[in-house]
């Protein structure tokens, strides 16, 4: 698969620290892979412990003049940073869907949905308003005001390579704060090419750096950030395990964290929904970018009274999806992130037919007919699904998506809370009553009622129990970046 551009210096090889590209200090190098194949296509440095603390002693370097400037100066290199995501779009969707392998039809909409947020922060950052408090003594005014809570380390994953930072680095630059990341170690040419934009947009230097590293040296790289007092706070999207190593080794310099982590999303069909709309939904939320969302539903719950005919209609929108290469335009599911990935699906869909599931379409590797690779999955759907199956706890990050029959309505609730995640719930009503009553029970950080694609700029994002803390996007976005001083003055009687 090629990669052609229409501006080629858009694929940068080197860390990005106080303003120069730079080579990783040991010199090593780390191989990008094409995610049908695992053929290397690129390389960017394996960096080290030295380099992360390079990038996090420019940042706070650069904290204090960054933090000095006007909210409106902020704000307006915010907005030369999205109009430049945007001028590049097409170039930045080509980058995405070569290194992760989404249709580039989604990776255009990545870029739009991740500029989005660019534009959303460079609008909030001159609404960082605090409080004056009534002064319950004579001769004292007291206030609330906001402040930038310092460097800020941005640790991001893979499935969403330039959505996920560019909603991390934008509040954190809207606020004041200044920045050192590392970017999934499967796609770092986005994040890099995001961060050539941003100093092709005139962010001064220090304000933000980036750096690269292999999955073997990113323990030790970000470590160096937990361990430094300077970086006040830690952002993280990826796994609950990562995601509570960070919050343990951060906690000797008590830093700020935001935690968006992994999910196991249930998506409940009662009999009075309108079937169409509820497939519909599902498709939207199950097979966005294979299935490899944290938001995905990855248990179905369908009443009984509909459940065949859900399943039906169901089937044949699946059984429709067009499999094929992340370039070739009417691809709708592209290959899975790597070898491993589709092995994980493999033992979940043999696991699931071991404990008495059938399959209703798909169920397979697939393979030939204009496939580029050995890491394509057939979308699935699996009937007779049961809590006995590992996609049941486990997030199956795939096109598969398992029917769980039900009958009552508190038995249903009870199942789709059974799990620590807490991330993203779905149902399916037009009963008024039992919409706020399944909306209020489930467990969730963020609802679709009637609902299939949820995300937005403008709403607050993340989620409860294990699924992490923190949210991102919406007014609440930029506080997460923030911590309240109080100001106390007196002898003004
Ligand atoms: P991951 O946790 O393995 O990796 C995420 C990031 O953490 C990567 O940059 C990786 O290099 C880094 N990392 C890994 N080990 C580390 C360590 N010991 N110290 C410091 N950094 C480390 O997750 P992934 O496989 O990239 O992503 C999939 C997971 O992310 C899924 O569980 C998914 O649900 C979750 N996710 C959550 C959201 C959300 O907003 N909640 C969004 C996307 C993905």
Request: glycine share 10%; charged share 25%; with cysteine.
């Amino acid at each position: 698969m090629s990669l052609t551009l229409t501006r080629p210096e858009l694929v940068r090889s080197h860390n990005f620290i106080a303003g120069l590209w730079r080579d990783a200090l040991s010199g090593g190098r780390h191989p990008v892979s094409d995610p049908a194949t695992g053929a290397e296509f690129a390389n960017v440095p394996d960096s080290a412990a030295a380099d992360a603390q390079a990038a996090a002693d420019a940042a706070h370097a650069a904290f204090d003049s960054w933090r000095d400037r006007t909210a409106r100066e902020r704000a307006q290199f915010l907005k030369r940073w999205h109009a430049a995501i945007v001028a590049n779009g097409e170039d930045l969707a080509r980058i995405i869907s070569r290194e992760q392998g989404k249709p580039l039809a989604e990776a255009r909409g990545e870029v739009a949905y991740g500029a989005s947020y660019v534009e959303w922060f460079a609008e909030e950052a001159v609404r960082a308003y605090g409080d004056m408090i009534p002064a319950l003594m004579p001769g004292k005014r007291m206030m609330a005001v906001k402040e930038p809570v310092g460097v800020v380390a941005a640790v991001t994953p893979w499935n969403f390579p330039l959505a996920m930072i560019a909603r991390k680095i934008a509040p954190a630059l809207a606020a004041g704060c200044t920045v050192v990341a590392k970017p999934a170690e499967d796609t770092p040419l986005t994040a890099l090419a995001l961060v050539r934009l941003a100093e092709e947009a005139g962010l001064p230097a220090g304000v933000l750096n980036i750096v690269t590293a292999s999955r073997g040296q990113t323990p030790a790289t970000v470590a160096s950030w937990l361990a430094d007092p300077r970086v006040r706070k830690i952002t993280f999207t990826g796994s609950t395990p990562v995601g509570k190593y960070l919050a343990r080794e951060s906690a000797d310099t008590l830093k700020k964290l935001s935690l968006e982590l992994g999910g196991n999303a249930p998506f409940i069909v009662f009999d009075d929904a309108d079937l169409d709309a509820a497939v519909t939904g599902l498709m939207a939320a199950k097979f966005r970018n294979g299935g490899q969302t944290c938001v995905c539903p990855n248990r179905v719950y369908v009443q009984s009274g509909i459940y065949d005919a859900f399943a039906r209609k169901l089937v044949e929108r699946v059984a429709a999806l067009r499999v094929g290469p992340a370039t070739r335009d009417d691809s709708q599911i592209g290959p899975m992130i790597n070898a491993r990935a589709v092995e994980k699906i493999e033992r979940h869909v043999e696991d699931a037919l071991a404990h008495g599931a059938t399959v209703l379409t798909g169920g397979r590797r697939l393979s030939g007919d204009g496939l580029d690779g050995p890491n394509y999955y057939a979308p699935t759907v699996l009937g007779d699904a049961n809590r006995e199956m590992a996609l049941f706890s486990e997030e199956t990050f795939g096109p598969v998506a398992p029917l769980f029959k039900f009958d009552d309505d508190a038995d249903v609730i009870r199942e789709a809370n059974d799990t620590p995640f807490g991330l993203a719930a779905y149902f399916y009503s037009t009963d008024v009553r039992r919409i706020w009553r399944v909306a209020s029970r489930l467990e969730s950080g963020v609802i679709g009622i009637n609902e299939g694609a949820v995300s937005s700029e403008a709403a607050p994002f993340g989620g409860v129990k294990e699924s992490g803390y923190g949210r991102e996007g919406s007014r609440y976005g930029l506080d997460d970046y923030m911590h309240v001083k109080y100001l106390c003055q007196g002898g003004l009687a």
